[in-house]
């Protein structure tokens, strides 16, 4: 008596409840008990009772292998994704991707299918009441060579190869396919192809009675697609880095703006030890400059007047004492000028007495010694009105 039915489907994009499809029959031992052809709808009332076990076309079978290095089984799921990205012609919305355990090799077998044809398969397999276990590529049903050897045979011009329990490919040319196995050991099941003459055939039979691996492409079909995990991911982890780049760059800013004021609290202090006069320093970098400017010019109003600003003067507007000076005297209000020789009489134009005046500066000549002081704010332009006058 049966209690498997295994059933190799027509391709997918022409699959129908009518569609003759061929069948096994296997029993307790995993012997073929018979074969036939069926359609699926002849077959939802008599496969109620026996378990249920779909391969797909061969040219719907999409299989691949890759090599990865150890990892915890957590891992290996994400890991193939990852190698399955230069495999895959959509994404993990489209695309249903199911792969088995690393072998002692490195090597994983990946199988893969349009998410939204297997969608169909399940809902046409629902509606006539048939709940299959596993759905596996072509190739999968194949009995088991031994170790180092493989199982082959041909299905609709498809070469289809089986390597162990967990591997298996399928080549749509042929000869090139054959061209792979040259140097193979090859157990051909069903009629061979005239370069295997010297192959000895297993029986048709072998093609139904080999275990089937861990993997089925009807896992998870029903589940959502990783890849919106993935991207949920990815979107809350662009959202924490943005979030930590934020507080990271407002940190910055915050040490920016108290080094900042550290500086102005320096200029501040500078400010008012140079000139102690301003009451209040707001704007020191602007408030040095207007004091430098009036110091050079000699132009304030109050405090004490600079030995530098009158020499500066004394160079610029006493010409006529250029190269004639023999001592300087400072006594931090005036500038006391001594010629080495009887001091000459200042030329009569009133030009030099004028550039001075502006400048806030008055000289005197007495005793043979030219003196140089602050002209009094209120005496300024009273001076400068005369010297124009004149």
Not at 21 to 31: N, Q, S, V
Not at 165 to 176: G, K
Not at 251 to 272: F, H, N, P, T, W
Not at 286 to 315: H, I, K, N, T, Y
Request: net charge neutral; hydrophobic share 45%.
């Amino acid at each position: 008596m049966s209690v498997l039915l295994r059933m190799a489907l027509a391709p997918l994009a022409q699959l129908n409840a009518d569609s003759l499809l061929e069948c096994a029959w296997l029993d307790r031992k995993g012997a073929l008990v018979k074969q036939g052809r069926q359609s699926l709808r002849e077959l939802s009332s008599a496969a109620q009772a026996q378990a249920l076990e779909l391969c797909l076309h061969p040219q719907d079978s999409l299989l691949a292998c890759v090599e990865l290095p150890p990892l915890p089984a957590a891992r290996l799921g994400d890991a193939v994704r990852c190698a399955a990205d230069n495999l895959l012609l959509g994404s993990d919305d489209t695309v249903h991707l199911v792969h088995g355990p690393r072998d002692i090799g490195g090597q994983v077998q990946l199988a893969w299918f349009d998410r939204a044809a297997l969608q169909r398969l399940s809902q046409l397999l629902q509606t006539l009441k048939l709940q299959p276990r596993g759905l596996y590529a072509a190739p999968c049903f194949l009995s088991l060579a031994e170790a180092g050897a493989c199982t082959a045979t041909w299905v609709e011009d498809h070469l289809l190869v089986r390597e162990d329990l967990q591997r298996a490919w399928v080549h749509p040319l042929m000869e090139e396919g054959l061209e792979q196995l040259r140097e193979r050991t090859v157990r051909w099941v069903g009629a061979r192809p005239e370069s295997l003459a010297g192959v000895d055939p297993l029986p048709g039979e072998q093609r139904w009675i080999g275990p089937v691996p861990s993997w089925s492409l009807l896992s998870g079909i029903e589940q959502n697609p990783r890849g919106n995990q993935r991207w949920g991911r990815a979107a809350a982890c662009c959202a924490v880095a943005a979030l930590i780049w934020t507080l990271g760059l407002n940190l910055y800013a915050m040490r920016l703006a108290d080094e900042g004021q550290a500086i102005k609290r320096q200029m501040v202090s500078r400010v008012q030890q140079v000139f102690p006069e301003l009451p209040v320093v707001l704007n020191p970098l602007q408030q040095a400059r207007q004091q430098r400017d009036a110091r050079r010019d000699g132009a304030q109003a109050e405090g004490p007047v600079s030995f530098a600003v009158l020499v500066r003067q004394a160079v610029g507007h006493l010409p006529f004492m250029a190269g004639a000076v023999d001592k300087l005297d400072f006594d931090g209000t005036e500038l006391h000028l001594t010629p080495r020789a009887p001091a000459r009489k200042p030329p009569a134009e009133s030009s030099w007495q004028a550039s001075l005046a502006q400048g806030g500066i008055q000289a005197d000549l007495a005793n043979g010694q030219w003196t140089l002081k602050r002209l009094p704010a209120d005496a300024k332009t009273t001076s400068v009105a005369e010297a124009a006058d004149e």
